[in-house]
Structures are given as C-alpha cells and as structure tokens.
C-alpha cells in the first residue's frame, strides 16, 4: 500500500470512511498505518433529493483504522460522468464482524 500512496503525493485523491463519508484532496503525508493527510480537502454529502453538498474541510486528518476505500481522482473524468449533479442515498457505515 506504501508504494502506491507514494505515488498518489500530492495528487488528489478520494477517500471513502468506515462511517460512510466520502472526502477529496490532496494527499499531503501518510504513515505506515495508512493514517492520511489531506490539505484542501472537502465532504461530498449526497442525498436522494438534491445534488451532492460539498463541504470544505481544509487540512483534514483521516486515521488509518477509518480508511475503507482510497482511490486517485481525475476530475476530468468525473465532469464528463456529471458527477456533481448524481443523487444517491447516503453510504452506510462499515459493520465488522470479529468473533
């Protein structure tokens, strides 16, 4: 996982939590427990009636164990998709079963 986050430096990135909340920015720093440090970063709140809300964040630190999804981010892509116009319901939160 090093190898690749190194790669993403300074990249802007997409981050999905265990909680279910969907954060963009760049990738500022991370550690070997894949804490992550993103500057500029915002929330894309999404809802089933109106488009996504973003939320600006500023440098926002996300720790390692709330990390469930990490992915680079072509903002290209994502006008020609209309990404900013998708409603969706809300991500549930990651459930684990230990035991």
Request: with cysteine; glycine share 8%; hydrophobic share 40%.
């Amino acid at each position: 996982m090093a190898s690749t986050l190194s790669e993403w430096k300074d990249k802007q990135v997409c981050v999905i939590t265990c909680d279910g909340r969907s954060i963009v920015g760049a990738l500022a720093g991370y550690d070997q427990l894949q804490n992550l440090i993103l500057k500029e970063a915002s929330e894309r709140v999404y809802s089933p009636d109106a488009d996504p809300e973003t939320v600006p964040l500023g440098l926002y630190v996300i720790r390692g164990d709330n990390v469930a999804i990490i992915s680079d981010r072509d903002e290209e892509v994502e006008a020609s998709v209309g990404l900013s116009s998708v409603r969706a319901e809300p991500l549930d939160s990651v459930v684990q079963n230990i035991g």
